[in-house]
C-alpha cells in the first residue's frame, strides 16, 4: 500500500547563498517540468527545507513553490505556484508561508501570512496580505507564529499582530514546541526563551547563515556560510562542530528519532542528508 509521502508525490508530475541576502520577486513562474529524473534537485531555489511531521513527507519550499520528495527520489511539484520566501511547518499537513503570488495565482501580493491544511494542496490568506513578505518565519505553540518582514512581528493566533525587538536583522528563524526561538543574523547567533519577546547573544558559536532545531526541540544545527555543520544538545548554550559540507547552505531541516539526529541541507551542489548527526552526508538530489 503506498505511503502518504509517496500518495502525495504523485498528485503532480516530477516538476540564501549570502547571508542576509534572498530572491527578487518576479511575475513570471515556470512550472516544474513533469517527469523530472529522480535523484535530481528542481530547478527553483530552495527558501526552506521541513519535515511533515505526520507522515514523514520531505519538503522543499522553493522560488516556485512547494516540492515533495518521494522515497525513490522524485520531486514532485503539490499545490499552486508561489514563491514561499517564508515557510514553516506547523503540525501535520500544516504549513505556514509567505512570499509573492505566481501567474494566475489567485492571491494578493505578499501574500502575507498564508496558511495550508492540506499538505500544501491549497492555501488561504490567514493576515497582513497586500503588507507583508516574510523572509523568515517559524511556527509557534500554540497556533502563533513569529516573522520578519522588516520588522520583528508575532501573532497568537495568525490573525492579530504585536511588533518586537530584535539586536540584528534575522536571516533565519526557529522554534521549538516551548517558544525557545534562535535566529541567525549578521551579528552573531541570538536566542529567546520567550517567543521572541527578549533576546540575547550565544556566545562560543561562529557566524551561522541558517539554523534549525530539530522537530522536538531536543537538538540544533546550524550551518556557516563556507559549510561548517555545528550542533547543539542543550538548548544552544554550547555548540560542537560535527562536519563540513562541499558549498554554502541554502536552507536546513533536523529531526531526532531513537536518539538519532538526522540533517538535511539544501546546497548549491544538491540536496544532502545525514544520518549520523551531522558528521557526514549523502546525496539525496544532485544538481
Same mark, same amino acid.
Given at each position: 500500500?503506498?505511503?502518504?509521502?509517496?500518495?502525495?508525490?504523485?498528485? *503532480?508530475?516530477?516538476? %540564501?547563498?549570502?547571508?542576509?541576502?534572498?530572491?527578487?520577486?518576479?511575475?513570471?513562474?515556470?512550472?516544474? @517540468?513533469?517527469? $523530472?529524473?529522480?535523484?535530481?534537485?528542481?530547478? *527553483?531555489?530552495?527558501?526552506?527545507?521541513?519535515?511533515?511531521?505526520?507522515?514523514?513527507?520531505?519538503? &522543499?519550499?522553493?522560488?516556485?513553490? &512547494?516540492?515533495?520528495?518521494?522515497? $525513490? !527520489?522524485?520531486?514532485?511539484?503539490?499545490?499552486?505556484?508561489?514563491? #514561499?520566501?517564508?515557510?514553516?511547518?506547523?503540525?501535520?499537513?500544516?504549513? =505556514?508561508?509567505?512570499?509573492?503570488?505566481? &501567474?494566475?495565482?489567485?492571491?494578493?501580493?505578499?501574500?502575507?501570512?498564508?496558511?495550508?491544511?492540506? !499538505?500544501?494542496?491549497?492555501?488561504?490568506? #490567514?493576515?497582513?496580505?497586500?503588507?507583508?513578505?516574510?523572509?523568515? %518565519?517559524? *511556527? #509557534?505553540?500554540?497556533?502563533?507564529?513569529?516573522?520578519?518582514?522588516?520588522?520583528?512581528?508575532?501573532?497568537?493566533?495568525?490573525?492579530?499582530?504585536?511588533? %518586537?525587538?530584535?539586536?540584528?536583522?534575522?536571516?533565519?528563524?526557529? @522554534?521549538?514546541?516551548?517558544?525557545?526561538?534562535?535566529?541567525?543574523?549578521?551579528?552573531?547567533? #541570538?536566542?529567546?526563551?520567550?517567543?521572541?519577546?527578549?533576546?540575547?547573544?550565544? $556566545?562560543?558559536?561562529?557566524? %551561522?547563515?541558517?539554523?534549525?532545531?530539530?522537530?522536538?526541540?531536543?537538538? *540544533?544545527?546550524?550551518?556557516?556560510?563556507?559549510?561548517?555543520?555545528?550542533?547543539?544538545?542543550?538548548?544552544?548554550?554550547?555548540?560542537?562542530?560535527?562536519?563540513?559540507?562541499? !558549498?554554502?547552505?541554502?536552507?536546513?531541516?533536523?529531526?531526532?528519532?531513537?536518539?538519532?539526529?538526522?540533517?538535511?541541507?539544501?546546497?548549491?551542489? /544538491?540536496? =544532502?542528508?545525514?544520518?549520523?548527526? /551531522?558528521?557526514?552526508?549523502?546525496? =539525496?538530489?544532485?544538481?
Amino acid at each position: 500500500m503506498p505511503t502518504n509521502r509517496t500518495a502525495r508525490a504523485a498528485v *503532480a508530475g516530477g516538476v %540564501l547563498l549570502t547571508l542576509l541576502t534572498g530572491c527578487a520577486a518576479t511575475d513570471e513562474f515556470a512550472t516544474p @517540468a513533469p517527469g $523530472d529524473t529522480p535523484g535530481t534537485l528542481p530547478a *527553483a531555489h530552495v527558501h526552506a527545507v521541513a519535515v511533515d511531521p505526520g507522515d514523514g513527507a520531505l519538503l &522543499l519550499a522553493t522560488h516556485e513553490g &512547494l516540492i515533495t520528495v518521494a522515497d $525513490d !527520489g522524485r520531486p514532485a511539484a503539490v499545490g499552486p505556484v508561489i514563491d #514561499l520566501m517564508g515557510f514553516t511547518v506547523a503540525g501535520p499537513d500544516h504549513y =505556514l508561508a509567505s512570499g509573492h503570488p505566481g &501567474l494566475r495565482t489567485d492571491l494578493p501580493n505578499p501574500v502575507g501570512l498564508i496558511e495550508s491544511t492540506d !499538505g500544501g494542496e491549497t492555501w488561504a490568506p #490567514l493576515s497582513r496580505a497586500g503588507e507583508s513578505d516574510f523572509h523568515a %518565519l517559524t *511556527a #509557534l505553540p500554540g497556533g502563533g507564529a513569529l516573522g520578519y518582514d522588516g520588522a520583528l512581528r508575532r501573532t497568537a493566533d495568525g490573525t492579530t499582530w504585536e511588533q %518586537l525587538a530584535i539586536p540584528a536583522e534575522p536571516h533565519t528563524l526557529t @522554534a521549538t514546541p516551548d517558544g525557545h526561538v534562535l535566529a541567525t543574523t549578521g551579528a552573531g547567533l #541570538l536566542r529567546s526563551t520567550d517567543a521572541g519577546a527578549t533576546w540575547a547573544p550565544v $556566545d562560543d558559536v561562529p557566524l %551561522l547563515q541558517v539554523v534549525t532545531w530539530s522537530g522536538d526541540g531536543t537538538a *540544533a544545527v546550524g550551518i556557516t556560510p563556507d559549510g561548517a555543520v555545528w550542533t547543539s544538545t542543550d538548548a544552544a548554550a554550547s555548540w560542537t562542530q560535527r562536519g563540513q559540507l562541499d !558549498g554554502a547552505p541554502q536552507a536546513v531541516a533536523a529531526t531526532t528519532a531513537d536518539g538519532e539526529l538526522r540533517v538535511l541541507v539544501a546546497t548549491d551542489h /544538491g540536496l =544532502l542528508e545525514s544520518t549520523d548527526g /551531522g558528521a557526514t552526508f549523502t546525496t =539525496l538530489l544532485s544538481t
